[in-house]
């Protein structure tokens, strides 16, 4: 399992479709229609987590505090992708 909390963080993901995808959500969530971009902060603009084999909905529980099956879930290349959303 891999969070990210900051696009920075984005060098921990191999998948190259993923990353990419990452990286323009990123940049999306923060895009103030092209004025300004504000800076990323999870506290408020929520934050993403890579489920990769083996990781467990009690462990991805634990490490991040919400239910796994409370967000939604997507599958990407055999690669588990939650995206927690804070509203």
Known sequence: MIVLRDPQQLTQ???PEIKTFLRQRFQDICD???LNPEP?????????ILVEHGDTS????????Y?????AFLIM???GLIVIHNQ
């Open 77 to 79: 290349g055999g690669v």
């Open 58 to 65: 009690e462990q991805i529980e634990l490490d991040t505090g």
């Open 13 to 15: 993901v191999v998948q």
């Open 67 to 71: 239910p796994p099956l409370l967000v």
């Open 32 to 34: 103030t229609e092209g």
């Open 40 to 48: 990323y902060d999870p506290d408020e603009h929520g934050f993403f």
